[in-house]
């Protein structure tokens, strides 16, 4: 996915292709990262929904593009960095900064670490992947640590910046390979206990690579001192680490590029091990609810800890779309157990650390009305044992109606199946299509509101597994009442004009 794709569907063919040529350096290939937060008492007021895979809006309404970075908890403030994606443009675009009072609402700070065109390390030709900051005591600044590379990550390499302000601008330090080894994918873990700040950083893909190190830094956080862990061979990357009150969770994924797969956790009640055996944390064939592990949030609110997963739904057709996947972790100590919840709008008090999940009202595809080639067709899987296929362009579409709405922007889920990934995973050599064919990451579905066709919405959805059902949002403005009508049509995904089967739709209020 590193190798020149490009913002169009070309990339996706350009993937298949890159495995081939590339080999396992393709799969090594960056991807995503870490964990850590110490939280007091937040001052909020919660008045927006967190809505994964949603796109998310920050307050001047531009996308957030803040992707594979950490949040930092401070003074009543959030602040998420992450990797800032140019349009057209796949690496090298620096390390942007937002900052929030609840998590769900993200005013844009600009670029933390901005590239510099001459610099051997952060040009915009290299690789400044999985930013991650933390204060260092010490020194009093902050340092932003991320995977430091140049294009054909050759380097391997650990970047240091830092800042007087939380903000910053950074100021580039230095590229240090760790203890003298490789560092691919980038992930930092503070113990809220004692406060010492880790990193973990997967070895690179070569035979003798393929491990992922947990090591402790030193007291000024500006090198690494001592290798504490060694998750060895699992050939894992996107690493992070959740802490509770008696264990410690580490989150990886598998390597396979931009595409999501199931992430596994790691238990141990110390950071030196001994570590469990993995386990999937999600639920099998979801592929982490098409999602890459990436950062993990602990938050101590006033009533409750609630852990959240930071997840990246990488978009590799166009990088700066990539959404976030940021789910509630269901930890139980006692049984040793990690799991992830999937909801699709819910309602988090980062004060009170309490979160509830929103109801909403269902749809169901059985009382929805199929116009031209679209049909209704036997799924046992699907909610109602029918589900809505055969969706293409506007002459063959559904329609959902007598739908109650308040006259306000609500969220809509979409639970849809699009099979298009060919048995991704099943295949042999767990290639998305063996006999040449064409993969595609996503079909785009058209959605209109009361026939109003001069707004038409595009929602995106991406390949599922067979017979897995997922969720994929909008924000859509319904009349007040009960007549309104969502119709469903097929838009042009770089293929063809098919929209995804359709299972339900849930209407959610409106933010208060
Ligand atoms: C914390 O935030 C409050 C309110 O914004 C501010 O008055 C105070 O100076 C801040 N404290 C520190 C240590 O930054
Ligand atoms: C990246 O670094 C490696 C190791 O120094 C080198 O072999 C490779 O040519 C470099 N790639 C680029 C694009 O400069
Ligand atoms: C460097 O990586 C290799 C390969 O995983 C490993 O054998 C070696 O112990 C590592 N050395 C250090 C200091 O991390
Ligand atoms: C939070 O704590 C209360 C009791 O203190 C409990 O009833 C509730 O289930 C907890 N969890 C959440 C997610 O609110
Ligand atoms: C479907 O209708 C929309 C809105 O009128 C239009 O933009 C789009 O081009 C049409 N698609 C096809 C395949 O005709
Ligand atoms: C409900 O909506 C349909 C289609 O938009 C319309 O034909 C019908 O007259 C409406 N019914 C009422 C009671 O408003």
Redesign the pocket.
Known sequence: MNHGAQRDYQADIAFTFCVAVYGEQMFGLDMRFSSRLLLLGAVAVQAKYIVPGARWRDTENNLVNAHAGNVVFENGTFWLFGEYKVEGQEEGGGVSVYSSEDLATWTSHGLALEPISWHPFISPKNIIQRPKVVYSESTSQYHMWWHADNATYGRLLQGLAVSDTIAGPYRFVSAQAP????SQDFGMFTDYKDGKTYALYS?GDSV??R?V?LASYNKDITTLEE?VYRFDKFDLEAPSIVQTEHSYYALLSHKTGYRPNNVVAFRADSLSGPWSQPWIVAPLNTRTFNSQSGFTLRIAGTENTTYLYLGDQWDSNSLWESRYIWLPINIDDDKKTLQLEWHDVYDLDVKTGNWKSVEGTTYSAKDAITSGNAFKQEANFATDGVILTGIEGNDSTVAFQGIKGTGKPQWVSFYYQNTDDMGFGDQPGGSPDRIGGTWQLRRISSVVVNGKTESVETLYQRDTHKGIILSTPLQLTLDDGSNNTITVGGLYNGFHYKGADLDKIVIYPPES
């Open positions: 203890m003298g080894n490789w070895n003798e690579g491990d190190y290798v």
